[in-house]
């Protein structure tokens, strides 16, 4: 237990971890409490575990907070010590208990029951409490007591009375910290914290607002797995109070002097990016704060519909009634500036990534679009028409594009080779990259994040073709280097990384679409027994992107892209075996249907004239296009594979297996075989219909297989498809409609379809 007592004028109090009271002149209770965790740090040094330390009676907490921390670390980390000092008048009728540390919401984003202001029980007249705050100024009481009068008539209508009374700049250095909880109640105390921010100790408030921001909001979730629906249903309250925050903070960092900011910034960033919830409110005001700290200010766009404005008082109010840091230091270190402006790139990138994973950007899906104009659905409105028509569609375009645009002005414009060494370096993926302050010596301990960066790059090609920007172009290929990254992020746990960060592998894909389109596809450094080992993991990566992904425009666009792949590699036999495989072993139906889809493709392109297969000898040009030799053209002739009936013969049995189970089967297990094999057995059916129907396959179709097939996979589908409903004489067949119309109509155009196969129809 503490014990404190009154000598002299000064009471003198011993720390344990546990609170005190005394009581001194005036009848004045004065309750002093400490809690020092058990682990926690400054950036110095730890807070002693007991101390003894001397307090005057008209101290603020902030003194006890400076007799604590050393005063050499620049700031204190808010998990380290939270001290509490508050005063009780006798007059008063009640106590006013300390505010807790931390405020914010509940894990589930619903808003926390935030601290009250206390009501007046004898006061209620407006005019009264501005007369008790006026007279009661300092040194009319001490700060103690004045900081509880405060309190104690705390109230929207005395704000103006309080924010004239701050603008003592001696009285807010002393009380204006203390002040800054109470006031985030108030929607109209905004003003107030303005002064704050402007006027008072600017070491003391960035403690006391990072101290609320750590409470904001109070789960652990990491803040890109938040999908697009909870960013956007955030606690408005909560959003105006980390708007406000972040303004206070871009004022603060502007006027503290000290030789190293950057440990302040670190641990402001750090704290900032751990409350941030990827809104576009949210999401605005990290960029102003980016904005203001880095001294960048882009001239502002035209005024659009599209446009996410939030309050910025750094940028909006006058600069002049700053007040100077009362403890600023002469001279800044040389590296600062690089430093900080390295930790602000990194804090950009970890934005970046977490509303692109919350917002699914569309980049993917646009670029399939923009490459292909005349596959799109007539009447159906596209991807690329939805982001110039949707308001909200549009600011999300704004946010990133703005997010891009910070980080050129942050160092990358001038080096974008450091976003392509991030993302394709070897080693495990970086997602907190922002250090510890006491672990910071230099811009090389300040990594940027792996997903903030594939991001960026995402992002370059897609608004380099979609926008025709002027962005960086990655000199890179498909193999070895987008592989490296796709097996970063897959190889492990494909399903649990998709599902964590859906807008981080929609930027991968996007960069992939991208070097695809452009012919990047194999670097001319890579050596042929490399490139045959690359094709069937990049392929397999491609396929769970497509059937794992939760976006049905990203997963048609894996598709897309595994499909362009599959027929790039230069290999006939490669190609051949990655459709085997999938054909035999892949459990998705979806994803068969698609190796029967790119079958046919191949069987087309070999009645073409050759087609010009990238290999590491050729190579690639700057612009992407592929250099061949007329040897290697002429090499190519209708002996390959596909153009012959030894790829059919080789694969019949995998696209058209033997079915004869089905007829044992009763409508309740076909229903669900049927539930979990349509696609495929749709697009067996079709290609089936294909191969006999047209004389254009004659040639590549395996003599005496259309008998045979007809035995094994038509006939029992037939029969499987033809049972009669319950109720019907079985000489009548009629499908079974098993309660679900669209069932019925499925099996009903496969019957048909089968029917048309059989031989003599």
Not at 300 to 309: F, Q, Y
């Amino acid at each position: 237990m503490g014990q404190a007592r009154f000598r002299g004028g000064r009471c003198v109090v011993v720390f344990g971890g546990v609170g005190c009271k005394l009581r001194g002149k005036n009848e004045m209770q004065l309750e002093v409490g400490v809690t020092a965790a058990s682990e926690g740090r400054c950036v110095a040094r730890r807070c002693a575990a007991q101390r003894l330390i001397g307090l005057n009676a008209s101290a603020t907490s902030r003194q006890a907070i400076n007799h604590l921390s050393s005063r050499q670390a620049g700031i204190l980390d808010t998990k380290s010590c939270q001290v509490y000092v508050h005063i009780i008048l006798a007059p008063f009728t009640r106590p006013i208990s300390p505010q807790p540390a931390h405020t914010g919401s509940t894990a589930h984003g619903r808003p926390k029951k935030q601290p009250q202001a206390p009501i007046m029980d004898d006061v209620t007249d407006k005019s009264k409490a501005v007369q008790a705050l006026l007279e009661s100024r300092p040194p009319a009481t001490d700060n103690f007591t004045y900081l509880t009068i405060i309190e104690k008539f705390l109230s929207p209508e005395i704000l103006p009375t309080l924010n004239e009374i701050l603008q003592d700049a001696s009285l807010t250095q002393e009380i204006g910290w203390d002040l800054v909880q109470n006031l985030l109640l108030y929607p109209e105390g905004d003003k107030c914290l303005e002064t704050i921010a402007r006027l008072g100790n600017p070491r003391e408030v960035i403690i006391k607002l990072l101290e609320v921001l750590e409470g904001h909001p109070e789960d652990d979730d990491d803040a890109s797995q938040i999908s697009d629906k909870d960013a956007s249903d955030a606690d408005p309250e909560a959003i105006r109070r980390f708007i406000v925050l972040l303004g206070m903070l871009a004022i603060l960092h502007r006027r503290i002097k000290t030789k190293y900011p950057s440990r302040f910034l670190a641990t402001t960033l750090a704290t900032v990016q751990r409350a941030y919830r990827p809104n576009q409110l949210m999401t605005a005001s990290a960029i102003n704060l980016v904005q203001s700290l880095s001294g960048h200010r882009r001239p502002p766009l035209p005024s659009r519909k599209s446009s996410v404005n939030v309050a910025n008082p750094d940028k909006d109010g006058d600069v002049s009634k700053n007040a100077p840091d009362p403890e600023a230091e002469q001279h800044e270190d040389p590296a600062e500036t690089e430093i900080q402006e390295r930790l602000l790139l990194s804090f950009v990138l970890g934005i970046l990534e977490s509303y692109v994973n919350a917002t699914s950007p569309a980049w993917a899906q646009r670029l399939i679009e923009a490459y292909n104009p005349g596959k799109t659905v007539p009447g159906k409105k596209t991807a690329l028409q939805a982001y110039k028509d949707d308001s909200d569609l549009l600011a999300r375009d704004a946010i990133i594009g703005q997010l891009a645009a910070l980080s050129q002005d942050l160092g990358i414009s001038g080096s974008p080779a450091q976003i392509i060494s991030s993302v394709c370096e070897d080693g495990p993926i970086r997602r907190s990259t922002i250090p510890d302050a006491d672990r910071l010596r230099g811009p090389q301990d300040v990594h940027l994040p792996t997903g903030g960066a594939v991001c960026l790059m995402g992002y370059w090609v897609f608004s380099s073709t979609v926008f025709q920007a002027n962005m960086p172009k990655p000199k890179i290929y498909i193999l070895p280097e987008h592989l490296g990254l796709m097996q970063r992020y897959l190889e492990d746990d494909a399903n649990g990384e998709i599902q964590r960060m859906p807008g981080t592998i929609e930027a991968i894909l996007a960069i992939g679409l991208w070097l695809e389109h452009g012919k990047f596809i194999v670097a001319p450094t890579m050596s042929t027994e490399t490139l045959r080992a690359a094709f069937m993991p990049y392929h397999h990566l491609l396929t769970l992107c497509s059937v794992y992904h939760p976006s049905l425009g990203v997963r048609n666009a894996a598709s897309t892209l595994a499909g362009l792949i599959l027929h790039a590699c230069p290999e006939e036999d490669g190609r051949l075996h990655i459709l085997e495989d999938l054909l035999e072993n892949c459990m998705f139906s979806n994803l068969k249907a698609c190796a029967v889809t790119w079958l046919k493709e191949e069987l087309e392109m070999a009645q073409k004239p050759p087609a010009v297969h990238i290999t590491p000898a050729s190579g690639l040009g700057i612009d992407g296009a592929a250099v061949s030799s007329s040897e290697d053209k002429t090499s190519k002739t209708s002996s390959s594979i596909f153009g012959t009936p030894e790829a059919i013969e080789q694969l019949q049995y995998l696209v058209f297996p033997d079915m004869q189970f089905v007829r044992e089967m009763d409508k309740d297990a076909f229903a669900e075989y049927w539930s979990q094999n349509s696609p495929f057995l749709m697009q067996a059916a079709n290609f089936a219909y294909l191969l006999f129907r047209s004389e254009r396959y004659r040639k590549q179709i395996p003599e005496g297989m259309r008998g045979a097939m007809e035995e094994r996979f038509i006939r029992p589908l037939i029969s499987a498809t033809s049972k009669p409903s319950p109720g019907q004489s079985d000489d009548k067949s009629e499908i079974d409609d098993h309660s679900d119309p669209s069932f019925a109509m499925e099996l009903d155009v496969l019957n048909g379809r089968l029917k048309d196969l059989t031989v003599g129809s």
